[in-house]
């Protein structure tokens, strides 16, 4: 099965090489610190239903995913600021249209619990 996708409508990006996955599908939203940050992004969130293949392929820059793939080519590293766990891909759209991903990170507000927020809404 597939391992998952990500989208960013914020910067045009069409889902990867894996297969659209229903949107009642659960798994996880991802939040990614950037430590520098680049095109005025420093965040990206994103969707996957296996988390740490989804990562280790941001990390070598084969997630399909421009932004990251210059990330990794810079040398830029990330961290997982922040998961949300057993969601729909709808909770992350939800999230991207909030906009201001830095409030939603914790390493940008050093207060801010380190704990996954599951069902209910994050302010
Ligand atoms: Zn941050």
Known sequence: MSTGWDLDEFLGISPDD??????????????????????????????SVNLEKRLARHRAGTSGVNLMK????????????????????LRERQLKKQGGRSRLCPLCRPGMRLVPVTSRSVA
């Open 18 to 47: 894996d297969e659209l996955l229903p949107v009642n599908r659960r798994g996880i939203v991802y939040l990614l610190h950037f430590h520098c940050s680049i095109r005025h992004n420093a965040h990206y969130l994103g969707f």
């Open 70 to 89: 210059e990330l990794h080519e810079k040398g830029i590293g990330f961290e997982l600021a922040r998961t949300w766990e057993n969601v729909t891909v």
